[in-house]
């Protein structure tokens, strides 16, 4: 299954690495990233949708990261390692842990990272890559920001659908 | 075979940037560092052209 731009995105709880639970709020803007912690695309990625994390969190936005791999073929994406990463840098935003895949499955996640920007109805108004080059962190998460800017505007995001790119969400067998 | 990740490059059996040794082996997308220090999922290309030519000199 996959959801389309416009289409509601379905909701979920899923626990933080404090084993808190996190679902979509209602806020002006949701951004979903499924990402995880051995992925180079998702890493070299990350310091830029942390960044876009804190300079969007005075103006509503929430913002959800989401790792569905299967840890047993990758341990370094268990829940532990998810534990011990967020202990070990500054994350702004909550790293919550979809350890059955059903979140993933339901948002039709391709890779990490792979954004979904959703307004305040949980409609799915930007769905990609955060920006068109993982190897130039000038770019700064250009197209996540552009659909943020647009969703609080009220206007439709430009892009709003690029292509994911980045590791394949590794699925359990 | 202490395999590295994908991708791996190798030139005559040698990988052109060796890997640390506390570097994860298994099959799993490979971490390189570029040189300017940020993460990648290529070798950087002057790391790349430093091994090819350390081949054909």
Not at chain 1, 85 to 110: F, K, S
Not at chain 2, 14 to 33: H, N, Q
Request: hydrophobic share 35%; aromatic share 8%.
């Amino acid at each position: 299954m996959t959801i389309s731009v416009g289409d509601q995105a379905p909701s979920f709880e899923l626990p933080d690495t404090d084993g808190h639970p996190h679902a979509p709020d209602g806020a002006s803007a949701t951004v979903v990233v499924f990402t995880c912690n051995h992925c180079p695309y998702a890493l070299a990625w990350q310091d830029r949708i942390a960044q876009a994390a804190r300079d969007y969190a005075d103006r509503g936005v929430q913002f959800l990261a989401i790792n569905s791999n299967d840890a047993e073929r990758y341990p370094r994406d268990s829940y532990e390692a998810m534990q011990q990463r967020v202990a070990a840098e500054d994350w702004p935003l909550p790293y919550l842990h979809d350890a059955t895949q059903d979140v993933a499955r339901a948002y039709g996640a391709q890779t990490t990272p792979d954004v979904f920007v959703l307004d305040s109805d949980r409609r799915l108004r930007y769905r990609g890559a955060p920006d068109s080059d993982y190897d130039d962190p000038s770019q700064e998460g250009a197209w996540l920001r552009q659909a943020l800017d647009a969703v609080l505007d009220g206007r439709d995001p430009a892009p709003e659908e690029t292509q994911p790119v980045g590791c394949s969400i590794k699925w359990k067998a | 075979m202490r395999f590295p990740g994908s991708p791996t490059i190798l030139i005559d059996g040698r990988d052109v940037v060796t890997p640390s040794a506390d570097e994860p082996i298994g099959l799993t997308c490979r971490v390189y560092r570029r040189r300017d220090g940020e993460v990648s999922p290529t070798p950087d290309p002057a790391d790349l052209r430093a091994a090819i030519q350390e081949v054909i000199k």
